[in-house]
């Protein structure tokens, strides 16, 4: 499947955003949130399952929803209350399991969108 992200832009701490991941085939996979900064390594974000069971990863938690539409082809992440570290580009990342399989390994997604940047200032 291919995967288009978009929503990302320039927000002030506390703010928020939504991000859209556009799949250009049904599927009822994992799907999942990666992001990275300049810098760093690939952090995982947030996943969803086929089932709509839901995990996040510890810096985000409380702050972020992900959420899916399979109706649509959709995959959302609505960030709340963003603060300057969560400045990164964001992808969308596909697995092709109903059910996340080892969610945080970045190696167990075999489609990923292209990414859009999140910057957050002070």
């Known amino acids: 499947v291919q995967l288009v992200e978009s929503g990302g832009g320039s927000v002030q701490a506390g703010g928020s955003l939504r991000l859209s991941c556009t799949v250009s085939a049904n599927n009822n996979y994992c799907m999942a949130w990666f992001r990275q900064a300049p810098g760093k390594g690939r952090e995982e974000v947030a996943a969803i399952g086929g089932d709509r069971s839901t995990t996040y990863g510890d810096s985000v938690k409380g702050r972020f929803t992900i959420s899916r539409d399979n109706v649509k082809n959709t995959l959302y992440l609505q960030m709340d209350n963003l603060r300057p570290e969560d400045t990164a580009m964001y992808y969308c990342?596909?697995?092709?399991?109903?059910?996340?399989?080892?969610?945080?390994?970045?190696?167990?997604?075999?489609?990923w969108g292209q990414g859009t940047q999140v910057t957050v200032s002070s």
């Open positions: 990342a596909a697995q092709t399991y109903h059910f996340c399989y080892r969610w945080t390994d970045d190696y167990q997604y075999n489609s």
